[in-house]
């Protein structure tokens, strides 16, 4: 690697139960080579991303629709629509574990193969339980994608520009969502709802292609990894339990303020009056908003660490949702979306580098999974407890309750990021 400090081998060691492996992270010498060594896998380490995210903003739109059209009730539709955030739940760690077993690489590909095939069986599905399996199996290659992807770029970018790697892979993750059903559109209003997923099966064929012609960058270190003992998924999950009931509580937080926005947001909307075309210009604004701040919150986190990003992060995201009570007009509604947006912005790749800081050399794709697994429990808690906060109380009381037990997450992540910050151990070592 030019124009960098020689890096040792990985070397394992055996500390009372747990495997560790040191690793000196790669030190780049200068801001010039750093930026073309990014710049320099953008196709290969970002193009399947945002391909298959403009695919699956397409798909995600029209999934309760199709299922409408294929006769489903729409509790049921609704049901389908959510099949992708259980399969996401359900198979985080199944997903770690095969990523760790066939290689980052081969995973891509698998996950990228699988998801065209599930989205084309979507596409021509003759009836609701074809495509709640289809939906279903989409969910969980989306989860096989994302902890291969992140555990790519561990190896194809050098620590000090780690950050910045995986807030821009956050940030063209939402990029293409925000591009997709802008593709799907002409398509579904040609020939009906179900075509969003013919954006989706070519989606998936082309990030396959692209991951299929980059160059393995992560061969190395699945030859060092084989050379090495090797422990079982649960085993990784144990001896790493510290990790996920410290730091991992505050990534739960996280995962579930972003979730309560998505879902709050909305209702707030319809709650004060507004038209459904208000709250969807309300969204594409705010989106836009968070695809301005994802690389320089990376770079704030290489700069400064990530306890920078992560605090204003769920501060702002906790205010936005007090504040949202308050707002009884478009404007105002959009202001405290856009505070909230602004927010989420900020923490664009803060779960992916957390995870990335703290995972194993040795079982890091189990312990990613694991990762995943703990991120997805606080999105898909968050909307069940605002049904039951609705339920027994109001919506407002919602919005106060989420914000609120967001704000106490602040205070958690605050006290446990810097303790595992690799920067601050860095700088305390040196």
């Keep these: 690697m030019t124009g960098n400090v020689p890096v040792p081998p990985v070397v394992a060691t055996r500390e009372g139960t747990e495997w560790t492996a040191m690793r000196p992270p790669t030190v780049p010498t200068s801001g010039p080579d750093a930026d073309f060594r990014l710049r320099s896998i953008a196709v290969s380490a970002y193009g399947p991303t945002v391909v298959a995210a403009v695919g699956a903003g397409a798909m995600l739109p029209v999934v309760a629709l199709s299922a409408l059209a294929l006769g489903a009730s729409p509790s049921v539709a609704a049901l389908t629509a959510g099949l992708t955030l259980v399969a996401e739940l359900f198979f985080a760690v199944p997903a770690g574990a095969m990523v760790h077993r066939i290689g980052e690489r ?115 270190h699945e030859e060092v990894e084989r050379a090495q003992a090797s422990s079982s998924t649960v085993r990784v999950i144990w001896d790493h339990r510290r990790t996920y009931l410290t730091l991992g509580l505050g990534i739960m937080v996280i995962g579930a303020a972003r979730s309560s926005r998505l879902v709050l947001v909305p209702l707030w909307a319809a709650h004060v009056g507004l038209s459904a075309s208000s709250t969807a210009v309300i969204f594409g604004v705010t989106g836009g908003v968070e695809m301005l701040l994802f690389y320089p919150a990376g770079s704030v986190m290489d700069r400064f660490g990530r306890v920078w990003v992560a605090v204003p992060c769920v501060v702002l995201l906790g205010v936005g949702l007090l504040v949202l009570p308050l707002t009884t007009t478009a404007w105002a509604v959009l202001a405290a979306s856009s505070l909230a947006a602004v927010g989420n912005g900020l923490g664009s790749g803060i779960v992916m580098t957390l995870g990335a800081d703290n995972a194993p050399a040795l079982g890091r794709s189990q312990f990613l999974g694991g990762w995943r697994f703990v991120s997805v429990v606080g999105g898909s808690g968050a909307p069940l407890l605002i049904s039951a906060v609705t339920a027994w109380s109001s919506l407002a009381v919602a919005c106060v309750g989420m914000g609120a037990l967001t704000l106490v997450g602040t205070g958690w992540l605050g006290y446990w990021v810097p303790r595992y910050d690799p920067l601050r151990r860095r700088a305390a070592s040196g």
Excluded at 132 to 153: D, E, K, N, W
Excluded at 186 to 207: D, E, M, R, T, W
């Design 106 to 220: 081969r995973a891509l590909l698998f996950a990228s193969g699988v998801d065209a095939v599930a989205s084309l069986a979507a596409l021509l599905a003759p009836s609701v339980a074809v495509l709640m399996v289809a939906v279903f199996a989409m969910g969980f290659t989306s989860s096989m994608f994302l902890v291969a992807r992140q555990a790519y770029l561990i190896d194809a970018v050098p620590f000090a520009l780690r950050a910045r790697a995986l807030s821009t892979l956050g940030g063209v993750n939402r990029i293409g969502l925000f591009i997709g059903p802008f593709v799907g559109a002409p398509l579904i209003h040609a020939f009906g709802p179900q075509a969003g997923f013919g954006v989706a099966a070519a989606s998936g064929i082309a990030a396959a292609v692209l991951v299929w012609r980059a160059p393995d960058l992560t061969a190395v």
